[in-house]
């Protein structure tokens, strides 16, 4: 079946613009995580929806950052006047949480920004 | 002290050997484990989950100890494919992963 999906693959923009990322779940999976990951860095979280609760937003860096989930399915991670900083790989990952602890994220093939 | 540690290698072996790597994890309240693979400008993906009383997956062992908070990753055998960065992963309850910044394999020839 499909797997999550991102768009744009990449982005290049200018500092001080902003800019839209969007993400597609697997079908049917409630739980959307965003991370993003810089050159040589881990993963690092960014905002976690699961359902209809209110979303983890803990590991937002700013508030130029925000995460909208419409309808339980696609996202959009919102990065307003952006920064070189901002320069990242931005992963999206979903899953369909288990009791037990042991639900899997699929992620998606990311979106590769960079802020000139 | 970072949450999840990992020495970033890389790790230069020849096809056929055995490697393994460590990680180890700050929060002692962590609960479950996994190791993720991630090929170059490719996007993470599940390895194996790691359980307490150590698991295999073919040519792949893992191990946890909870009382030195320590999670290891064995590969025997190592093929040319194997080449890529190891994540190792924790998760406390039912929260959000807490990723280490990998380590790199490289099997050559």
């Known amino acids: 079946g499909a797997g999550v999906s991102q768009s744009p693959s990449n982005k290049v923009t200018e500092k001080g613009k902003d800019v839209e990322l969007r993400c597609d779940p697997i079908?049917?999976?409630?739980?959307l995580y965003w991370y993003r990951q810089s050159l040589g860095q881990g993963l690092e979280f960014l905002i976690y929806?699961?359902?209809?609760?209110?979303?983890?937003k803990s590991g937002l860096p700013s508030d130029r950052f925000s995460a909208e989930r419409t309808g339980g399915s696609v996202s959009t991670l919102t990065i307003q006047r952006t920064q070189q900083e901002d320069s990242a790989v931005y992963l999206c990952?979903?899953?369909?949480?288990?009791?037990?602890?042991?639900?899997?994220?699929?992620f998606g093939p990311g979106t590769r920004l960079t802020v000139l | 002290r970072k949450e999840v540690e990992q020495d970033p290698g890389p790790f230069n072996v020849p096809e056929g050997a055995t490697v393994a790597f460590n990680c180890t994890y700050s929060?002692?309240?962590?609960?479950?484990f996994f190791w993720y693979r991630q090929d170059c400008r490719k996007e993470p993906k599940l390895l194996m989950s790691?359980?307490?009383s150590g698991n295999e997956d073919g040519r792949f062992t893992a191990q946890l100890n909870r009382a030195s908070q320590y999670i290891s990753l064995l590969i025997r055998d190592s093929k040319l494919s194997d080449s890529a960065t190891y994540l190792c992963?924790?998760?406390?309850?039912?929260?959000?992963?807490?990723f280490g910044k990998g380590t790199m394999l490289l099997v050559s020839p």
């Open positions: 079908s049917g999976h409630t739980a």
């Open positions: 990952a979903s899953s369909l949480p288990a009791r037990g602890s042991t639900d899997t994220q699929y």
């Open positions: 992963v924790v998760r406390r309850g039912y929260s959000t992963l807490t």
């Open positions: 929806f699961q359902g209809n609760s209110a979303p983890d």
């Open positions: 929060n002692s309240a962590s609960q479950s």
């Open positions: 790691v359980y307490s």
